[in-house]
């Protein structure tokens, strides 16, 4: 199956113009962050296979020395399996969960909340970002956000291993982040997302904006990630526990929750979302025009 992104978006550099990001899609809707530095070392944010990553270094003169692993879902450290089964994983260094660090294989240095490192001589400040899967973490490098499966343009990931307490807080730390941070998460699952958020935000401008322009951008076959803070506060429904137009909503379709604190407005709102109703949504219901 080919990749719902055809052309991926340009590279950028992070603040201080030290390190370069590339995306590169991979399976069907991963989003593998290729991360270069000016002397040709580069640094792979999860992936759920090594070939990709492997032909672009080939291809554009990269070193690859390093994986930054979010968590262990398979799509997300098949990357260090696929090296591992090439006899290239033992020469890498590998950053990953400290709560999972069983599961990643290869790994030199297990991290947790409030570590920090340099990754080509920049600083990387580690998140503990759990809810999706535990031990999740996110890496911050300047202006850039590597939050695997937290955090989604207008989303955020299922909670497998929640509670629900858990992801409201990882999102509620990552919306604090400067709002020209940019939001490197490792799906293209944006349309759906906002299909969702439509359904329980009509009347939001700024959402109905992001409507068009991402429809627009994927009708192109480009990608909508990353995205930046400053977008997600404005239109993610799982960062928006004080939009009264969401608690209505919420409360209207899920009459039986309790919805006295942010924290249990989020826990209805993504299990309003888990039980797939706003699929029903057509395009013609959306604001396009």
């Given amino acids: 199956m080919n990749h719902v992104v055809t052309h991926p978006r340009a590279p950028f550099a992070t603040k201080s113009g030290r390190l370069t990001v590339h995306q590169l899609p991979a399976a069907t809707d991963n989003l593998v962050w290729l991360i270069a530095a000016p002397s040709g070392e580069a640094a792979a944010v999860d992936g759920p296979d090594a070939a990709g990553v492997l032909d672009f270094c080939a291809a554009h003169g990269l070193r690859l020395t390093t994986i930054l692993n979010t968590h262990t879902h398979g799509d997300h450290v098949g990357i260090n399996r696929d090296l591992e089964r090439r006899g290239l994983l033992s020469s890498l260094q590998v950053y990953g969960p400290k709560g999972a660090a069983a599961d990643v294989p290869g790994l030199t240095r297990a991290v947790d909340e409030g570590d920090a490192f340099e990754l080509f001589g920049v600083p990387v400040r580690v998140l503990l970002t759990e809810g999706h899967i535990n031990g999740h973490v996110s890496f911050c490098i300047e202006d850039a956000l590597f939050c695997g499966d937290t955090m989604f343009g207008a989303g955020c990931g299922y909670l497998f291993d929640g509670p629900p307490a858990k992801m409201h807080r990882s999102l509620t730390r990552l919306a604090a ?29 700024a959402l109905n904006e992001r409507i068009r322009s991402t429809w627009a951008l994927r009708g192109r076959g480009e990608c909508s990630v990353p995205s930046t803070v400053g977008l997600e506060r404005q239109t993610n429904p799982f960062l928006r526990h004080d939009s009264p137009e969401i608690v209505a909503s919420v409360a209207r379709q899920m009459p039986e929750s309790d919805l006295s604190t942010p924290e249990r407005i989020f826990a209805a709102t993504r299990a309003l979302k888990d039980r797939k109703v706003y699929k029903q949504l057509t395009d013609a219901d959306l604001p396009l025009s």
């Fill in 177 to 205: 982040l400067p709002a020209d941070t940019r939001v490197c998460c490792a799906h293209e699952y944006t349309q759906d997302n906002l299909r969702f958020a439509f359904s329980v935000e009509p009347n939001n401008p």
